[in-house]
């Protein structure tokens, strides 16, 4: 089953071409791993997927529709949704208001209604908030839930941000880089998150990770990428012994390792 | 040459911290220290160079010692004169400026300008890639060319303390090693002194001379890197090897999860 | 009449450029408008109009002591007004400015009142006469004056290391004094140039019709000048001002009498939003590098 | 005390008061807010209502600048909007104050739409600079659309009344602009724990994330401005016809100032804090008259040089705020209450 | 506000009755300050000078003032505290705009309002019942110009002129009328040309008049306009001859203007300083008591004195019931009220409150103003 299919997909700024005629396609429920050096164009990919970037060519098709030229917000609302490199988090505001915002598309309260706090707006500000500190208490953050995020340290913020993607119930879960700056232990936890949401909620996702054993471990495909184009592409261990993959990405030492 | 002995660090007058963190660095050496989210690691390496009235904290205790010279709550800029210098983490490139000009701007200490040139031919043979981005913005750089430009606007300064912060965040693998080779590089062909703090474990204890391992604004322990290497916990938590050697996610995931529901 | 107002226009607008430098200064190094930069002018104007008038200085030296007194308020009003802003949010800085500006207008009506007061005639009085265009000595001096100095400040920013840390300290004030770099001290110099253009400006203007406060509005109406170039465009300050200048003659030249008055006043405005909604930053301004 | 309070269901641990000493205090303050005109003369109540009609103003630019991040200089302008919309129906079409005031604050939400299209490309100051231009242009148009606005000699209204009792009362008025301060500062808290509020709060925060996270941009942004304005056209529209004279003085750029200085004085993002600083930014000059009456019979020099400096001082104000402050009243309360709270336990 | 409490009170036992309260709105600080500041000066003097001399019918005149900046809303809170909160019994008001604004509120709160606006526009006894101008009106003034230029043009064409004016109510207080009674006369208006109060260039504008090539230009501004406008008209090789109404005529203009300002023609309905007439010589005298010199004062300090002489004139007609009506009967009982030869004789009734018909004309020569005519008016 297809969830996601890029067709073609370039992508320039001014002279540097960021991707160059990528085509991928997104199995149902799967986790898909998108490794690559630098500057690869990763970032780019996913930012094309979420309507950050215009690309210049190709078509992105999403359940069946073709959504290349969607603004962001309304491909949030077809169900895709995402996590940043940098953590990207309303910084003012609490940890329940932020995972409250990954709502926003499931709720339907206007100004008027919302500022006489009557009816609808109260109605649905209790119903949402029962699913928020359901994700609230899956991630294990619920100390800190009335903290402003800005205050909290970075692995909580990553949690934090992960639960705001969560909230939206996506069909498709873009993660940017999830476990950069953690230890290993805060990896292992980042880990288990992820698998359980695939497990539990059925959720498609597509990983951005630099981390290598994270990577062969969680994802069921994984796809390489160099300057703009797709090198490779296949099951974790096919990828690592990859001559191409070892030398763009891995490097001798990695490669061999396993 | 450096030495921070029982540093007290308070941000907005009520935030503790680093509660009583003592450590040294010797010339000549590289220094690694490691520690999970939040320890204080970045406040540390603040705390030495300054800038962390910048960010309205203070250090109330202990002192900070530079090369026999006490610079505990100097300003940054004095710092940096004294030979200081911090890769801040994140990159923390001048985006607007091209690449060159991220040089220059970093040999601003420097006072004999003659050299210029040949301190950038020096950083040009470190990091060939940036000399073929020279004249690009330094915003539109990919991730690994940001951090490469950050060390070598650092070394443009020639200080004779590099304080890095995290160089290996989000690069690649092969970037991680090359980065970390060329550290080592510098260290040995330059004899820059310097202090690392790395989440990679593995990277970072290959390169250093000595660690130290901090949770919670103090050190818990330090050692030679071979004894590092050797302990259980840092086995364990840093380096995430079990006994049988390394240990899956897959696998940690059901131990985890079985936990959270027997708990 | 219109090649009367071209050249108006163009020697007007070589004011505004004058002014709207200041403007680019401190924003290249501080990215931040300084909305007190009318008051900075007028403060150039009457500080040179009581050395002349008042103490009996000649002229050129006057003008030089002016300066010198201009940088010293620049590098005064850094310290203690905009110094701790260091890493606020742009609201503040702006609302902080305003407050600059209300300050000082408050001292300068305090001490020289809200009368109009003139120069003695320093430029020679007699108007230029080129072809059928009349221009007054006193623009053409400024025209000259401005784009000279706004050659020296484009190759600064581009050649000198001053200038290179001072858009490095724009850039991440942070990093510059992880660096080494004295951030206090860039924002120094920064505003006492900035004060120093502003002087240069008021003493021009000054000596056009006289000095009064309604000088100080020229501050809000050079903006629109900064901002179409670009904030922190040098070149974009000259092209801005040149653009407006000339604009802004013909729309009051032609306009005027059918809107009875005024239109010199939006016209401005006008041109201003309509370019921004063609180029968000202005004709040259430096984007803002927004990257996930 | 309020520590030990514990809540059994998500709608009590979302009530805005449900500790019963907040209601008591809230009381307490509505009681002392109605009783406030029977106890001094007409000239204070008229300095009341002039604030009153300054909160909803600045509620209204705190909403835009504070809780949306979208810094404007034209409020001034959207305040005139209000007035004019009122005063041309009402004189020129002889429509009542009643029916004009609400077109007046739908009049200034259409005009301030209009010129929140561009903050979709804009930020930061040259989004600032758009709304000056807007400010600018609104005012070129009072100006010169004599016809319709009276130029620069503005338009006179006619008394309005209310029932049997003329607004022209300063009494009257109070209580009615009172009842609208209190509904627009209730209307204005919930609509931030509710669901549009936190999206402008989004926006401010990180607007790349906001529309990834199903956002609107350019729906908020514009719905932002357009509330803001509908507040500051409700305002203007109080201000014509308690004032019953709007001439263009009423909305320049100084007064779009003032609004700023009130909401960063009061505390950006806080609604309490509008009404803070538009109380303060409103008592300023009367203080410092009274200040300067006070000192002159003393030093009889001295008030002439204290009005002289009245401007200097606002921007010396404004400038000690922003450094000591700058969170602005609104946290200067709640500091000042935290610590009232623990004492005498406070270290 | 600055009150003028008496600096020597003669008569002890006059003291303890209640002083009489009036109020000032003022322009100390704004675009009009140029003329506003002495205007003030001199109605401020005056007061002062009336208290030493021992008041009006034995009470102390309390002057309660208030700077407005030129702002009509502040003129509104000015004129609420002085109304609600000292209660004065009349005010001495400045300009037009903020003086029509208030017109409604005067009449319903009965307060006799002097202002330093003549518009023609307060003259409407039913809408202004409270309103007095004590010198000719703006459009009267503008007709005298109009009037004269058409008696002594020579050419067989008809005279072309143009109106230079501020975007104020003030500003454009005359220009209709002017308009009309020019076409009456047989004047072409050739060009109305827009100048900010405190504007220092006036170049396009010049520009235009030298195009349309206007004989005269009446400047209907306050000083910093005229010198504005008459050092670009010289600047830009204009002919054209000027013609300022009150406000833009006095010694400041040439001040400002230096040697632009020869041949300026100024519409005169207050005498200058240096004039040798018995109001002169109590000016002087009070001066002089309080060691300022008459030379240092121009001829808008004669304007407020001579304004707040009169106001008080009528407190004092009005007898010991000092309510907004006794006062408002008293000044209608103003009839050819000499004062001093300060101005032309004033005359109020219940029907009218205009004050005089009659200027003076005067031109530049030598830096210094000088009568071109005796008191005339247009009909
Ligand atoms: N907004 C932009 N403007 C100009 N160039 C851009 C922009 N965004 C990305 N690029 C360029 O596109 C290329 C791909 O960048 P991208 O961020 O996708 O890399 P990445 O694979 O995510 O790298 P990393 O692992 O460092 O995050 C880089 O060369 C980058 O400089
Ligand atoms: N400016 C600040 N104000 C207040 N608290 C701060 C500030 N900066 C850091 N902290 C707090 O200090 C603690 C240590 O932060 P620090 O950044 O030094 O940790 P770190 O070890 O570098 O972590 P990481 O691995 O995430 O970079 C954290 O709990 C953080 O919340
Ligand atoms: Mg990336
Ligand atoms: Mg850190």
Redesign the pocket.
């Known amino acids: 089953m297809k969830l996601l299919t890029i067709e073609e997909l370039s992508?320039h700024?001014?002279g540097?071409?960021?991707?160059c005629n990528v085509s991928l396609q997104v199995n149902k429920g799967e986790i898909l791993a998108i490794i690559?050096?630098?500057?690869?164009?990763?970032?780019?990919?996913?930012?094309c997927i979420s309507g950050l970037?215009r690309p210049s060519a190709g078509r992105i098709i999403f359940q069946g529709r073709d959504i290349t030229r969607l603004p962001p917000h309304r491909r949030a609302q077809l169900g895709i949704s995402r996590t940043f490199?940098n953590i990207e988090l309303f910084k003012h505001l609490s940890v329940l208001d932020n995972i409250m915002l990954g709502r926003h598309v499931h709720m339907r309260a206007g100004v008027l209604s919302g500022g006489l706090y009557w009816g609808l707006a109260q109605r649905e500000e209790v119903a949402h908030r029962r699913r928020v500190e359901e994700i609230i208490d899956f991630l294990e953050i619920e100390s800190v839930r009335q903290k402003p995020v800005g205050m909290l340290a970075y692995g909580l913020q990553k949690r934090v941000e992960l639960g705001r993607a969560l909230a939206l119930e996506p069909e498709l879960l873009l993660l940017?880089?999830p476990m950069a700056g953690m230890n290993a232990e805060e990896k292992e936890d980042m880990a288990r998150f992820i698998l359980d949401i695939a497990e539990e909620w059925g959720t498609t996702m597509i990983l951005?990770e630099?981390d290598m054993g994270v990577v062969m471990d969680i994802s069921d495909r994984v796809v390489v990428?160099d300057f703009?184009r797709k090198i490779a592409e296949g099951v974790p261990a096919e990828v690592q012994a990859n001559p191409r993959v070892i030398e763009a990405y891995l490097g001798q030492q990695m490669g061999v390792e396993r | 040459m450096l030495a921070l002995n029982n540093v007290e660090v308070v941000y907005d007058r009520v935030i503790l911290v680093l509660k009583g963190l003592s450590l040294s660095v010797p010339e000549g050496k590289i220094v690694a220290l490691l520690g999970s989210n939040g320890a204080g690691k970045t406040t540390t390496l603040k705390a030495i160079s300054g800038l962390l009235q910048a960010e309205n904290g203070r250090v109330t205790d202990g002192t900070i010692e530079f090369c026999g010279a006490d610079i505990t709550n100097r300003d940054a800029e004095e710092i940096a004169r004294r030979g200081i210098f911090q890769v801040m983490e994140g990159r923390r490139v001048f985006e607007h400026l091209t690449v060159e000009e991220n040089l220059i701007a970093g040999s601003y200490t420097r006072k004999d300008r003659r050299h210029l040139k040949k301190d950038l031919a020096l950083v040009y043979h470190y990091f060939p890639r940036l000399a073929d981005l020279k004249h690009r913005v330094a915003g539109?750089?990919?991730?690994?060319?940001q951090q490469m430009l950050a060390i070598g606007r650092a070394l443009m300064a020639r200080p004779k303390l590099m304080l890095l912060d995290e160089p290996s965040l989000?690069?690649?693998p092969l970037l991680v090693a090359e980065i970390f080779k060329i550290i080592k590089e510098i260290n040995q062909q330059e004899g820059t002194t310097i202090l690392v703090v790395e989440q990679n474990a593995n990277i970072a204890l290959s390169i250093a001379d000595y660690g130290y391992i901090m949770e919670n604004g103090k050190i818990v322990l330090e050692g030679d890197v071979a004894k590092l290497k050797d302990n259980e916990d840092v086995r364990e938590f840093y380096l995430g090897l079990t006994d049988v050697g390394k240990k899956s996610y897959r696998n940690v995931k059901h131990y985890k999860r079985r936990k959270r529901w027997l708990g | 009449m219109f090649l009367q107002l071209l050249v108006t226009g163009l020697v007007v607008g070589s004011i505004y450029a004058l002014v709207a430098l200041g403007f680019v200064l401190i924003y290249k190094a501080s990215d931040c408008i300084n909305f007190a930069q009318g008051e900075f002018l007028l403060v150039g104007a009457y500080v040179a109009l009581a050395l002349v008038v008042t103490y009996q200085v000649p002229f050129l030296p006057a003008v030089a002591l002016t300066l010198c007194f201009a940088a010293l308020l620049g590098v005064l009003v850094e310290r203690l007004v905009l110094r701790p802003f260091i890493g606020e949010p742009v609201i503040a800085v702006i609302m902080a400015t305003i407050g600059l500006s209300s300050l000082m207008r408050g001292i300068i009506q305090f001490i020289w009142g809200t009368d109009t007061r003139v120069f003695p005639p320093v430029f020679p009085q007699t108007p230029v006469q080129i072809g059928e265009v009349v221009v007054s000595q006193v623009y053409l001096w400024s025209l000259g004056l401005a784009l000279l100095l706004l050659i020296i400040f484009a190759l600064f920013f581009k050649f000198t290391i001053t200038g290179i840390v001072m858009r490095a300290v724009a850039d991440d004030q942070q990093a510059a004094l992880s660096m080494g770099i004295s951030v206090k001290r860039v924002f120094a110099i920064t505003w006492a140039i900035a004060a120093v253009v502003a002087a240069v400006g008021g003493i021009l203007l000054g000596n056009i019709n006289g000095v009064n406060s309604s000088l100080a509005h020229l501050g809000l109406k050079v903006l629109p000048v900064a901002i179409l170039g670009g904030l922190d465009s040098i070149p974009g300050a000259v092209i801005g001002g040149l653009i407006i200048g000339v604009l802004e003659n013909l729309a009051g030249g032609y306009l005027d009498p059918i809107f009875g008055g005024g239109v010199k006043e939006v016209a401005p405005f006008v041109i201003l939003v309509l370019i921004l909604l063609i180029r968000p930053y202005g004709l040259f301004g430096k984007e803002i590098?927004?990257?996930v | 005390m309020d520590c030990g309070l514990f809540t059994t269901s998500y709608e009590e641990d979302m009530a805005i008061l449900f500790a019963p000493a907040a209601k008591l205090k809230v009381a307490a303050i509505i009681g002392c807010l109605l009783l406030f005109p029977l106890l001094v003369g007409p000239y204070y109540v008229s300095v009341a209502n002039l604030m009153a009609i300054a909160v909803i103003g600045a509620l209204g630019l705190n909403i835009l600048v504070g809780f949306t991040g979208q810094i404007s200089i034209g409020h001034g302008a959207f305040i005139g909007v209000g007035a004019y919309t009122v005063g041309v129906l009402t004189t020129k079409l002889g429509l009542s104050f009643w029916a004009a005031l609400p077109l007046a604050g739908l009049a200034a939400a259409a005009v301030g739409a209009l010129f929140g299209i561009p903050s979709l490309r804009l930020k930061g100051l040259y989004l600032a600079i758009a709304t000056l231009a807007a400010q600018v242009i609104i005012e070129f148009t009072i100006i010169h659309w004599t016809s319709l606005t009276g130029g620069s000699a503005g338009i006179v209204l006619q008394p309005v009344s209310l029932g049997p009792y003329s607004l022209a009362n300063d009494r009257v008025f109070y209580y009615f602009v009172l009842l609208l301060v209190i509904f627009a500062v209730v209307f204005t808290f919930n609509l931030f724990r509710s669901r549009v509020g936190r999206a402008f709060m989004a926006v401010r925060d990180r607007d790349i994330a906001a529309s990834v996270m199903g956002i609107n941009l350019l729906r908020y942004k514009v719905l932002a401005f357009a509330l803001s304005s509908f507040y500051a056209g409700t305002a203007g529209a109080l201000l014509a016809g308690y004032t019953r004279v709007i001439t263009p003085e009423n909305f320049t750029i100084d007064v779009s100032i003032q609004y700023l200085a009130m909401i960063i004085i009061g505390g950006l993002g806080s609604v309490l804090g509008s009404v803070y600083g538009a109380v303060f930014m409103m008592l300023l000059p009367i203080g410092l008259r009274a200040l300067a009456d006070f000192l002159g019979t003393f030093f009889p020099n001295i008030e002439h040089l204290l009005l002289a400096m009245q401007t200097a001082l606002f921007g010396l104000i404004i400038i000690l705020f922003l450094i000591f402050e700058p969170e602005g009243l609104a946290k200067l309360w709640k500091d000042v209450k935290n610590y009232f709270r623990l004492w005498p336990f406070s270290y | 506000g600055k009150k003028e409490a008496p600096s020597t009170g003669p008569a002890t036992a006059e003291k303890t009755k209640e002083p009489v309260k009036i109020g000032g709105i003022f322009d100390l600080t704004g675009p009009t300050a140029d003329v506003g500041q002495p205007y003030a000066d001199g109605a401020k003097a005056y007061i002062d000078y009336l208290n030493s001399k021992g008041g009006v019918n034995g009470r102390q005149v309390e002057l309660i003032d208030i700077d407005y900046a030129y702002d009509k809303t502040k003129a509104l809170e000015a004129y609420n505290k002085l109304v609600k909160q000292d209660q004065v019994a009349a005010i001495l008001g400045w300009g037009t705009g903020d003086t029509e604004a208030l017109k409604q509120m005067i009449a319903a709160d009965k307060i006799p309002y002097i202002s330093g606006s003549y518009s023609e526009g307060l003259l409407d006894i039913n809408l202004c019942p409270y309103n007095f101008l004590v010198a000719a009106s703006y459009s009267d003034q503008a007709r005298i110009a109009l009037k004269w230029i058409k008696d002594n043009w020579k050419e067989s064409r008809k005279p072309r002129v143009a109106l230079i004016y501020n975007d104020t109510p003030f500003g454009k207080s005359p220009v209709a009328d002017a308009k009309k009674y020019a076409a009456q006369i047989g004047i072409d208006i050739v060009a109305d040309e827009v100048v900010d109060l405190k504007a220092l260039d006036a170049t396009s504008q010049m520009l235009d008049l030298k195009q349309k090539k206007a004989d005269f230009a009446i400047i209907q501004g306050t000083s910093n306009l005229a010198a504005t406008v008459l050092k670009d008209a010289k600047k830009n090789g204009l002919s054209t001859r000027f013609i300022g109404l009150n406000w833009a005529a006095d010694e400041k203009v040439i001040k400002l203007a230096g040697p632009a300002a020869e041949g300026y023609i100024g519409v005169i309905p207050f005498a200058f300083p240096y004039e040798k007439v018995p109001g002169m010589a109590v000016i002087q005298e009070y001066l002089t008591a309080k060691g300022q010199k008459l030379e240092e004062k121009n001829q808008k300090f004669i304007q407020g004195w001579t304004s707040a002489m009169i106001m008080t004139e009528g407190i004092k007609r009005a007898g010991d019931k000092v309510t907004g009506e006794a006062i408002k009967a008293g000044l209608e009982n103003l009839a050819n009220f000499d004062t001093g030869g300060l101005s032309a004789p004033v005359t109020f009734t219940a029907q009218s409150h205009r004050g005089s018909e009659k200027v003076r004309l005067a031109e530049v020569k030598n830096g210094r103003f000088e009568y071109l005519t005796d008191w005339i008016g247009y009909k």
Do not use: C, M, W
Not at chain 1, 36 to 47: D, E, F, Q, R, V
């Open positions: 992508l700024f001014g540097v071409t960021a991707l690559g050096p630098n500057g690869a164009g990763k970032t780019s990919l996913l930012n970037y490199q940017d880089e951005i630099h990428f703009g | 539109y750089l990919s991730g690994g060319e989000g690069l690649a | 590098i927004e990257r």
